[in-house]
């Protein structure tokens, strides 16, 4: 027995390196097919011609919904002043910015096209959660390809998107700088009730049928 244990322990301590290593820039392969696979099925969706409006939305945030990590998104765009926020505060954010981080990955993806998307690279992301960018390029009819950088972070096996910088625009930052000046003018409620608006009404098959 105390010799199984002792085998027991020692595979145990040969399994824990590969378990550090469960981050993206040590996966830089898998990172880059987790980008292709939102990228390919994103334009699935915007190509089928049989959905309306609401459910292509539906469809479309589905994607982005298992793709992206919006809690952390969510918490860096606020930064500071997450900690600060009440407990009702944080629930009533969290809950507007479901809506409005999917809205704006939805504008994003409308103005890069979504046709076609090449993956030209990666680089490792600053810090120390072992985070990459897949770098990418999206073909237009007109004028020089579109870049789009989607920083992706891998936990438990599973890859997720924590940023994208569009054309040289950092989606996290330009946001926090955004939300900053929104609680210094209006406080955290004001944020909220301007995230609801920014957010629009959310298609619904009611809406679609009229």
Known sequence: MKRLLTSLSFLLLLALPGQA????VDDTRG???????????????????KMNEAE??????????????????????????????SSDQRQAYMAAMGDYIIAEFDKRMAQIGFKTLAVTGTKPASGKHGHVYVKTEVERDQGEPILADWRVRKKDGKFQIVNLEFEGINLMITNRDVFASKVKDEGVDGLITWLKAQSGPIPTAAAASE
Do not use: K, P
């Open 31 to 49: 990172a880059i097919d987790f980008i292709q696979r939102v990228a390919d099925e994103t334009i699935a969706v915007w190509s089928d011609a």
């Open 21 to 24: 290593q469960d981050t993206a």
């Open 56 to 85: 292509r939305y539906q469809a479309f945030r589905a994607i982005f919904e298992d793709a992206t990590d919006i809690e952390l998104l969510a918490r860096g765009m606020l930064g500071r002043h997450y900690r600060t926020a």
